[in-house]
């Protein structure tokens, strides 16, 4: 009867001896395994989120900044071509002012209702990453026989300037000119990696290239969008006296 009972209270401690060392590595190293896997899931996830925002963030600026700059640039004008009061003997015989590969300075004939502001000066220019456009009006709707006139920007001369898109990529030329006799290879920069006074009067379709490209963290492929740009004024004359 004693050896029986002896038996049973030195089964009952085997039962109460708990958990062995080797049981409970082989449950850290589960739990770790989970944990691991659990954290590459949700960082695999933000990474995946962050490169959606910003393939998105990318596409919309390029959109929007290729929208407003070949808008304007399709209105691209001779102040001759607006008025009869300067004729193209004493105007300014080119639409274009300044053409580079990463700006480009126009005539414009935008937000003018008949002709009662004027031909704009419109600049567009990619500095630092940043694409920024420039709209400046006449000093007066009414030209004198040299043409329209524009106040050198000062305190008393206020220019503001609106920035389209940030990051955007100059390892292949924004702009790129073209002649109609020659519209498959784009116009050689002259002197300074600008257009001569010649080559602008000879610009008659641009193309323009945009690549927008986050310093973000999920190190995503930039955005690029090309648009060719027709220049309908370069081959027309439009008056607002219907001649």
């Known amino acids: 009867m004693l050896t029986r009972t002896r038996r049973r209270l030195e089964a009952a401690r ?19 395994m989970l944990v691991t896997v659990l954290i590459t899931m949700v960082t695999a996830g933000q990474r995946i989120s962050l490169g959606v925002h910003e393939r998105l963030d990318q596409t919309n600026q390029a959109t929007i900044a290729m929208e407003r700059v070949t808008r304007n640039l399709r209105t691209a004008v001779l102040q001759s071509q607006l008025t009869t009061t300067c004729t193209l003997s004493v105007c300014t015989d ?25 031909p704009s000066r419109v600049t567009y220019q990619v500095v630092n990453g940043v694409l920024s456009e420039t709209i400046q009006k006449p000093d007066s709707p009414t030209p004198d026989a040299s043409g329209y006139h524009y106040c050198t920007p000062s305190a008393t001369c206020i220019v503001r300037s609106t920035v389209l898109a940030t990051g955007v990529q100059t390892t292949s030329p924004v702009f790129s000119y073209y002649t109609a006799l020659n519209p498959n290879t784009a116009m050689a920069m002259g002197s300074g990696g600008v257009l001569t006074s010649g080559q602008l009067k000879l610009v008659d379709s641009i ?14 492929a930039g955005a690029t969008l090309l648009q060719r740009v027709a220049l309908p004024n370069a081959d027309s004359v439009v008056r607002t006296d219907g001649t």
């Open 14 to 32: 085997r039962g109460d001896a708990g958990v062995t060392m080797a049981e409970l590595s082989v449950t850290a190293l589960v739990l770790g």
């Open 94 to 118: 080119a639409a274009f002012l300044v053409g580079s590969p990463t700006s480009v300075q126009f005539y414009a004939d935008v937000n003018n209702p008949k002709n009662s502001v004027g």
């Open 207 to 220: 193309d323009v290239q945009l690549t927008v490209l986050d310093a973000g963290g999920a190190n995503v």
